[in-house]
Nanobody
Framework: QVQLVQSGGGLVQPGDSLRLSCGAP????MGWFRQAPGKEREFVAS????????RYADSVKGRFAISRDDARNTVYLQMNSLKPEDTAVYFC????????????????????WGQGAQVSVSS
């Protein structure tokens, strides 16, 4: 059983930055989803295990950046210019298979989940 261990999160003000980290189990396509109170879980960003191909939700493009450091077995989500509407529990995810170019984007593609981290953006 693969376990994804997340770190990061917290309470910040609008316009601030925050970075989430997730232990990567190996060469898997990985990503981040989030769930705000009363809303469905939604895709945020994902990265192929080649570390080059990425995908972002329109709502975070230009503000968030996903990256991976295979030497540290870690995937990061750098979140800049945070807005109140970014408030949610953020989940790290991984797919158990896929080519080096594969970038996941849907809930049903995710085989493994992290424990979740609360990100709150408020003045």
């Amino acid at each position: 059983q693969v376990q994804l261990v997340q770190s990061g999160g917290g309470l910040v003000q609008p316009g601030d930055s925050l970075r989430l980290s997730c232990g990567a189990p190996g060469r898997y396509p990985m990503g981040w989803f989030r769930q705000a109170p009363g809303k469905e879980r939604e895709f945020v960003a994902s990265i192929a295990w080649n570390g080059l191909d990425t995908r972002y939700a329109d709502s975070v493009k230009g503000r968030f950046a996903i990256s991976r450091d295979d030497a540290r077995n870690t995937v990061y989500l750098q979140m800049n210019s945070l807005k109140p509407e970014d408030t949610a529990v953020y989940f790290c995810v991984a797919k158990s298979s896929g080519s080096r170019y594969y970038v996941l984007r849907a809930l049903d593609e995710c085989d493994y989940w992290g424990q979740g981290a609360q990100v709150s953006v408020s003045s």
